[in-house]
């Protein structure tokens, strides 16, 4: 009954979270005048990335390095193949060139980085975390420098940003919300899913990285709805890239990584891989440079497919 009534809890914080953490971007969007895309894939990621970064950590140093690989890397593929189907399900999303020319690219190099590292020795070192982080910090550097909108938004000739207080207030508040809303939702799973005596890897790479994905779930059908199209594909695209760069490699440098369910190499990080690469023609197909309903379902296919060949 605790767990039900902390996965309850954890959703409905979850949802305010989400709700003033997009209110926050907003306004620094504004504010700043960067295009929205960007704080999608730099604030609203980081704060959203929060919940994988400390499971993955208390995971690792409890002794459970299959859980802390196997929420990101279900993370990751729960951000594609159930969140941005959803979102997509909900308004389709126009693109443009730089989503394929830096973001998307951005996102399947640090797939391979993560893949390179790992599947030859089964170890994640912590000199390879240091390189990883060192690769998201070059990232972000030229994405606040050079990046332009890679999404079409729609045009607010009204708005004004909210006071910088009130801006800081909600990022504050809406992070917190995220972060406290996660723990309590992946408490209540992981009970739940103890009690049926599922494996350590089983549970990261279903139960505990959908829950960790909540957050992203929460915030990019908030910013779909109130038609900030930019931040929720941005949300999903950085959230992915922080979570492989940041969540694993800050990981690594705290304690190595070993595999110790060897299914983590050889089926969950090929379905990472795959459904990344998936998003490319995905846009091109049927209509080009768009995300519609159509891949949204083809993603959702693809997603419950992996599900059921990890459970089964």
Same mark, same amino acid.
């Given at each position: 009954? #605790? /767990? ?47 919940? %994988? ?42 693109? @443009?060139?730089?989503? $394929?020319?830096? /973001?998307? &690219? ?21 000199? %390879?975390?240091?390189?990883?982080? #060192? ?9 606040? @420098? ?7 938004? %729609? ?9 910088? $207080? ?10 917190? +919300? ?22 350590? @890897? ?12 909540? &957050? ?27 979570? #492989? ?22 089926? /969950?990080? !090929? !379905? ?8 490319? &023609? ?5 209509? +080009?440079?768009?995300? +519609? !309903? ?8 693809? $997603? ?9």
């Amino acid at each position: 009954m #605790l /767990d039900v009534l902390f996965i309850f809890l954890g959703l409905i914080l979850l949802i305010l979270g989400g709700n003033w953490l997009l209110k926050a971007a907003v306004a620094f969007s504004l504010r700043l005048k960067i295009p929205r895309i960007i704080i999608g894939m730099t604030i609203v990621s980081f704060a959203t990335s929060a919940p %994988e970064l400390i499971v993955s950590i208390n995971a690792a140093l409890d002794g459970f390095p299959d859980l802390a690989l196997g929420n990101v890397v279900g993370s990751n593929i729960a951000n594609l193949g159930l969140v941005l189907a959803i979102v997509i399900l909900l308004g389709s999303i126009d693109v @443009r060139k730089n989503f $394929y020319v830096l /973001d998307w &690219p951005v996102m399947m190099a640090a797939s391979l980085l993560f893949f390179g590292f790992l599947y030859f020795d089964g170890i994640l070192e912590a000199y %390879e975390g240091g390189i990883m982080v #060192l690769f998201l910090f070059i990232f972000l550097i030229f994405l606040l @420098r050079f990046q332009k909108s890679a999404v079409v938004e %729609e045009e607010r000739l009204d708005e004004k940003p909210l006071q910088l $207080y009130k801006a800081v207030l909600f990022l504050g508040l809406g992070g917190a +919300g995220l972060w406290v809303g996660s723990e309590l939702l992946v408490s209540g799973a992981v009970g739940m899913a103890t009690f049926y005596e599922v494996s350590e @890897r089983v549970i990261g790479i279903t139960v505990v990285s959908v829950g960790t994905s909540i &957050p992203e779930l929460a915030a990019s059908i908030i910013a779909i709805i109130k038609k900030e199209k930019a931040i929720s594909l941005g949300n999903l695209i950085g959230s992915n890239i922080f979570n #492989l760069l940041a969540v694993l490699g800050i990981t690594s440098l705290i304690t190595p990584i070993h595999v110790i369910d060897q299914q983590l190499l050889s089926n /969950d990080i !090929w !379905w990472m891989l795959g459904i990344s690469f998936l998003i490319l &023609p995905l846009v091109f197909i049927p209509k +080009g440079l768009r995300l +519609g !309903w159509r891949d949204g379902i083809v993603l959702l296919g693809v $997603y419950f497919a992996f599900i059921y060949f990890t459970i089964n």
